[in-house]
């Protein structure tokens, strides 16, 4: 790939751009309060985890995660469906969520710079909306979701289906998400460059602690400006 290349970007959204706050467990656990359940955050969060980490093929649809929230809920309370609705509809509001601090600074700044940007997601029918309310929706000239294209990553053809969206070469675009898998293997495998975010641990070749990173990345250049 040659530096300047690159004339858009897409981003995975969950771990990248925004995180659950102040965590799965806690959300699980306010909400549950509501309904007279006391459950300790903590346990939630981590039973949340195992859950989310025996996954396979996960096709983001509503009875999926509603298995996800019995498994974080076990030995907790049981889930009726009006509290798992209640968490569910949570989930789609901004206060759920926390928007890291380099996000919107990176975003304006490569706006500015001339890129296009999209976003590339395994989510549901919640995230538009969501973005919508959390201010970020303006910044993306798509947002593919995989519940909607039938795809997920690490599926090449999530990636193909965002390139054909935005009008680009699969070698003009640069993907940057935070799983290895399913966003820099994903990417990767239908001919995007890739970047991986790891806002914790050990950063190695390919890897950034923050967006704002991006700018010193040679693959990250404006693009040239075309004379008239």
């Known amino acids: ?24 467990g806690a959300v699980y656990a306010s909400v549950a309060k509501d309904f007279g359940i006391e459950c300790c955050p903590d346990t939630l969060t981590n039973q949340f985890i195992h859950s989310w980490g025996l996954r396979e093929r996960f096709g983001y649809t509503r009875s999926e995660w509603r298995e996800v929230v019995r498994h974080s809920f ?59 309310k959390l201010g970020l929706r303006p910044y993306f000239k798509e947002i593919v979701v995989s519940a909607t294209v039938g ?3 690490p599926d090449r053809l999530i990636f193909e289906h965002c390139a054909k969206r935005i009008s680009f070469q699969p070698d003009e675009i640069l993907h940057v998400g935070d799983s290895a898998r399913e966003d ?11 970047l991986r975010i ?29 004379l008239s």
Do not use: C
């Open 151 to 153: 795809a997920h990553k």
């Open 74 to 132: 076990h030995g907790q309370a049981e889930i009726s469906e009006e509290l798992f609705t209640a968490i569910y509809d949570h989930f789609a509001e901004s206060k759920a969520w926390l928007i890291y601090e380099d996000v919107i600074p990176t975003l304006q700044r490569l706006e500015e710079a001339g890129f296009v940007l999209a976003a590339i997601s395994n989510w549901d029918d919640r995230l538009i909306p969501l973005l919508e």
């Open 184 to 194: 820099i293997e994903g990417a990767m495998s239908a001919g995007f460059s890739a």
């Open 1 to 24: 790939m040659k530096p300047g290349r690159i004339k858009a970007i897409t981003f995975d959204v969950g771990g990248t751009l925004i995180d659950p706050w102040p965590s799965v």
């Open 198 to 226: 790891r806002r914790a641990g050990a950063i190695g070749p390919g890897e950034m602690q923050r967006l704002t990173e991006l700018f010193l990345k040679e693959l990250v250049r404006p693009p040239p400006v075309a």
